[in-house]
């Protein structure tokens, strides 16, 4: 996130040199000039992780929606959000090909390559603009007019001779970015079958008119000499002539059949490539999509959850200066909402860092035996005042001699206590939450079950994915979404202690998380 001030945040945490500016950086100036998401062209990363693009999103202090309307009074801009993406994951997992010769590349609307198997750093610095070649200008011909269809958002093929050979390109556009990604293929790649059958039926024809001939030189050898004595042999050596000729010419036909079969086969098969290409150029692009799309949901989210709090902690602060000194009690309970609402951005903030140690691996442990009742009891004392606000009834049932399990205390707490509110928040006043623990042979396996709204079973198994939160489609539950980071972050705790965790539900009856810890033996 690049803010107005200059101030650059990082998610996953990251450094940039200290005279890195994100305002003077293309995805800052573009998003801005151009008020809408933009994605940039190649460059080089500031953090040292070689050459990326990046999609990046203005925000502005209203997010329902952008500044389309040039008359409204502008909106103060708040900075800039940007989603990168390196050159080495876009080509593992979008231009990675199976033919051994071939590449997938990809252009912008102008026809600069934005991304190519082949590009390198070099020498190019991170302040510096990095320069791509632009397939418009090249002297060909054929690959010109391919690319001008590819530009122009076509969808289809074309062949041409360049880097030391004959090549087709299947291309494609890619319609959220106004790009088009191409997929070059020699052509002897394709057409190898075809001419390795080609070969066969030619040197088969060559042998046989080459026997022909000996056959012929040596028949008219022996009758110029013996004329005199075998003209009746004449006729036999014709026949035999003849004989040979029919039998080649049957031997000839069965072969040129066999070939053009094989020639046929590879045809389709060619077909067939061509169709499992296209099919993985569009769900390429089905991908695309839906990154594109998570992402601006996660924007939108952070955007308001920061908001908020700051608009309610402003406009407390605000009544508290005008409150006459002796107002004693409304200040206290002004303050109390200011607190809490410095507690809920700092909690939103805690997650991301969380979230970043998770996935970078940072994350330390602080390992020994625990015994699962103290974080039973540590966790509820920390919901306990939600759960009575709906009158929630929570119970517990531990067997006598559960033995202790091993990890991080305060950890599973953070575990526990979001499984609780998550419980509190889902179900519905006078309902029942319990937390059960079963011993296993190696390990403890802990439950949290609720009688709340339950999960549908197209969601089941997407709740533990980052940023993915489950619409309720109901005006009763529009509070009840969360920020989509909570169950991400107990999955990777869990998991970091070498445990798994998963969920059951029924919808309309309740949900019951499970999850496993190591117990001592």
């Not at 998003?31 to 500031?46: F, P, S």
């Not at 080459?210 to 003209?231: C, D, G, N, P, V």
């Not at 526990?416 to 309902?431: C, D, E, H, M, R």
Request: with cysteine; net charge neutral.
């Amino acid at each position: 996130i690049g803010l107005t001030n200059g101030v650059t945040v990082l998610y996953p945490y990251d450094e940039n040199p200290s005279s890195y500016d994100p305002r003077k950086r293309e995805w800052y100036i573009k998003a801005v000039e151009e008020n809408k998401n933009i994605w940039t062209g190649i460059y080089v990363d500031a953090g040292g992780s070689g050459l990326m693009i990046t999609s990046a999103t203005p925000v502005y202090a209203e997010t329902s929606y952008f500044r389309t309307n040039t008359r409204a009074k502008p909106l103060p801009l708040i900075g800039v959000v940007g989603m990168d993406v390196t050159l080495e994951t876009l080509i593992k997992n979008v231009l990675s090909i199976e033919e051994r010769n071939g590449y997938a590349f990809i252009i912008d609307n102008n026809g600069n390559i934005v991304a190519r198997p082949d590009l390198e750093v070099g020498d190019a610095r991170w302040d510096e603009s990095f320069e791509t070649e632009n397939l418009l200008e090249t002297n060909n011909t054929e690959l010109k007019n391919i690319v001008k269809n590819m530009v122009a958002g076509n969808t289809g093929y074309g062949k041409s001779s360049f880097e030391g050979g004959e090549k087709y390109i299947a291309y494609a556009p890619i319609n959220s970015t106004g790009w088009s990604i191409g997929i070059v293929v020699p052509v002897r790649e394709i057409i190898k079958p075809a001419m390795d059958t080609k070969e066969k039926i030619e040197d088969a024809t060559n042998k046989t008119g080459y026997k022909i001939q000996q056959t012929t030189l040596q028949m008219s050898a022996e009758i110029s000499e013996k004329t005199h004595k075998m003209r009746n042999m004449v006729f036999l050596m014709i026949i035999l002539s003849i004989s040979i000729i029919s039998l080649s010419a049957i031997y000839l036909g069965k072969n040129i059949k066999y070939y053009a079969k094989k020639l046929e086969e590879s045809n389709i098969q060619l077909e067939q490539k061509v169709k499992e290409r296209t099919k993985e150029l569009e769900e390429s692009n089905k991908k695309l999509k839906e990154l594109d799309k998570l992402k601006s949901d996660f924007i939108s989210m952070v955007s308001h959850d920061l908001k908020t709090p700051l608009t309610a902690i402003k406009t407390s602060a605000q009544v508290l200066e005008t409150l006459p000194e002796k107002n004693i009690r409304q200040k206290k309970e002004i303050l109390k909402i200011i607190i809490r609402n410095v507690d809920r951005q700092a909690r939103l903030v805690d997650d991301l860092l969380d979230l970043s140690k998770i996935e970078s691996g940072r994350m330390e442990l602080k390992i020994e035996p625990i015994e699962l009742s103290d974080i039973i009891k540590c966790s509820i004392e920390n919901i306990q005042q939600l759960a009575d606000e709906k009158n929630i009834e929570i119970n517990i049932d531990l067997p006598e001699k559960l033995p202790n399990i091993i990890g991080d205390k305060d950890k599973l707490i953070q575990v526990l206590v979001n499984l609780l509110s998550n419980a509190v928040k889902f179900t519905q006043n006078y309902g029942k939450i319990l937390i059960k623990a079963i011993a296993k042979e190696k390990n403890v396996e802990v439950r949290v079950k609720d009688t709340g709204i339950g999960i549908k079973e197209l969601h089941i198994n997407k709740i533990f994915d980052k940023f993915y939160r489950v619409n309720t489609n109901s005006k009763s539950n529009a509070s009840l979404s969360g920020t989509g980071l909570g169950l991400a972050i107990c999955k990777g705790i869990i998991e970091a202690h070498g445990g798994k965790i998963w969920a059951e539900s029924e919808l309309g009856k309740g949900s019951t998380f499970i999850f496993t810890l190591k117990s001592v033996t």
